[in-house]
């Protein structure tokens, strides 16, 4: 299992990003997936969830709802955040995970329910 994201950079506060993670090594479509993110010094804080399947279920964590926007194709095996109206406070390194197991409908918060990580890609943003 491989997951490696990419996308991240330097925006300025109000800007967007998109970010992607690129997942091998297991059948894509039957996994919920989700990004994370930790900023320096802080616990890694869940942030969006998709659940497994072709259309799928999102959900976000209250502080990006609205701002950010979890997709994927599983024609690539692909997962992507969509950040928009970008703060200071989104800075942080950002991961994709997968669940640890097929087939589960229900959303995942906990770090200990995703058993692959990416090795993260940073999101800086300032003026």
């Known amino acids: 299992v491989q997951l490696v994201e990419s996308g991240g950079g330097l925006a300025q506060p109000g800007g967007s990003l998109r970010l992607s993670c690129a997942a091998s090594?297991?059948?894509?479509?039957?996994?919920?997936m989700a990004w994370f993110r930790q900023a320096p010094g802080k616990e890694r804080d869940f942030v969006a969830t998709l659940t497994w399947g072709g259309g799928g279920t999102t959900y976000y964590a209250d502080s990006v709802k609205g701002r950010f926007t979890i997709s994927r194709d599983n024609t690539k095996n692909t997962l992507y955040l969509q950040i928009s109206s970008l703060k200071p406070e989104d800075t942080a390194l950002y991961y994709c995970?997968?669940?640890?197991?097929?087939?589960?409908?229900?959303?995942?918060?906990?770090?200990?329910?995703?058993?692959?990580w990416g090795q993260g890609t940073q999101v800086t943003v300032s003026s």
């Open positions: 995970a997968k669940d640890s197991l097929p087939f589960r409908t229900r959303p995942l918060f906990d770090t200990s329910q995703y058993d692959y």
């Open positions: 090594g297991f059948t894509f479509s039957r996994y919920t």
